[in-house]
């Protein structure tokens, strides 16, 4: 591992100090989305006053501090977790308590209410279950059949599970759900193929986003309801179409950044040892079983449409009576991390939804005027907040608030609606997210720390770049 940790040190940075860059390319990134936070933030608060006398009606709802104190908080915390490696995740659960507790009189039971026990329950599941089937060399037989399957052409095997979770998705099943299941077997091929996990576990996610809006999905189905609801109806399937388009192009773009930066080809010494991609490997014993679990597991979640984490450890329990001995190695094979990070993170954000935070900042920019502007900066809002928090909670919320933009304007409501529930998925690459965490769950325990700060750094670049090609594909064009 030293000698090929010391072969890397020249492909990434020139000079006697290498680890600085990356470094400072952190704080730069940081730096910048502090400074467009904040004039994004500054825009909602005084947008109202320098529109015009108008603003000064008492209508207009402001930012009190109840709600500006926890959101400076939520900024502070993300700062700290960039520049030091803590749990964000435990950040988060004490500051819900200390909010909860001593700013508004909350009981550990009503802080606690929105805690994400479901999703919680989805990753320890998952990662209890594959990290059997990585310990036992199952995930390895199954890398080896994905690269068959491209005949060595490694470049086109992200485009595979793109296509494979655009197609589960589309089928019906929830965005997590598909990339828990392709998520091991993802990973694991990107460290035998030396492509970058980043790179692989955003191309899973963006594809489990492009079917994620099909006449067949949960989310389809629900955005298309919550519209027509509130009295604009869009089509179905420009929605879907719209979804598959943007994720095509952002994946493209991230394949083309990446080669750019010269991080396509990862040479991180991440000690895997998987198996020759020449050689083929029959199953047996465990693997055997193993692999009958896994299609049982896409049975009943599939199939079925049982809750995969129930499934999911069910399955894990099975195959540890086969090994009891390692039992305790499996339980240690949960990403706990993880756990922390989103339970933590999903509270936090859930106590800023109780106290309006994420509704008011939507009225304050409906106040700004400009139908585009507004469109845009909801854009912006809700896909921020979908990057903390759930996307599914935030279209709920941020779609009926599009009623009156659309009354009083031209926009078309299929396009601005689609730009919205784009703009609150293509974020969820954030590994504050249930898929970014996932991804991050399943890389090698040895490479999840890096693992977790660049697919954080890649999901501030999609924070900054994806509504905004949402919104300019969808929303001045027209074109739904």
Known sequence: MSNTAEQTRPTSSTGSTPPTRPDRRRRIL??????????????????????????????????????????????VMFVVATKWPLNIGVMGLVASFGVGYFML??????????????????????TYFFSMAQRNGTIDIIVQACVRMVRGKTMLMPWVFFLMAAALTSLGTFSPA??????????????????????????????AHAGGFSPLSVAGVLVHDIALKNGFPVSQEALFLASFAVNIILSALTLVAFKLMGKLRD????????????????????????????FAILVCTLGLHLPIGFVALSAGLLLAFVNIKEHTTFIGGVSWSTVLLVAGMIT?????QHLGVIDTLAELALALGAPLLVALVLC??????????????????????AGPLLATSS?????????????????????????????????????RQRVYRQLMMYAGAVVL????????LLVPTGIL
């Open 105 to 126: 009189g909350m009981s550990d039971k009503e802080i606690l209410a929105e805690f994400p026990a479901n999703i919680v329950l989805t990753i320890i599941g998952v």
């Open 178 to 207: 598909a990339v828990a299941l392709l998520a091991p077997a993802a990973l694991g091929l990107a460290y035998e193929s030396r492509i970058h996990p980043v790179v692989m576990g955003a191309f899973v996610i963006n594809g």
């Open 267 to 294: 040479h991180h010494a991440n000690g895997y040892t998987g198996p020759e991609t020449g050689e083929r490997t029959r199953p047996h014993g465990q693997q055997i079983l193993t692999l009958v679990l896994i």
């Open 465 to 472: 770049t994806g509504p905004a090609l949402a919104w300019a």
């Open 411 to 447: 926009l078309s409501a299929s396009g601005t609606v689609a730009a919205l529930a784009i703009a609150a998925t293509v974020v969820d690459v954030s590994p504050f997210s249930t898929d970014g965490a996932l991804v991050v769950a399943n890389a090698r325990e040895d490479d």
């Open 348 to 352: 936090y954000v859930s106590l800023l």
């Open 30 to 75: 940081l730096v910048t989305v502090a400074a467009i936070a904040a004039v994004g933030l500054l825009a909602l608060l005084f947008g109202g006053v320098l529109s015009g006398p108008a603003a000064a009606t008492g209508s207009e709802k402001t930012m009190t501090a109840t709600q500006i104190i926890p959101l400076i908080i939520l900024v």
């Open 380 to 401: 912006y809002v809700i896909g921020v907040g979908s990057a903390f928090a759930s996307s599914t909670a935030l279209l709920t919320a941020f779609i009926p608030l």
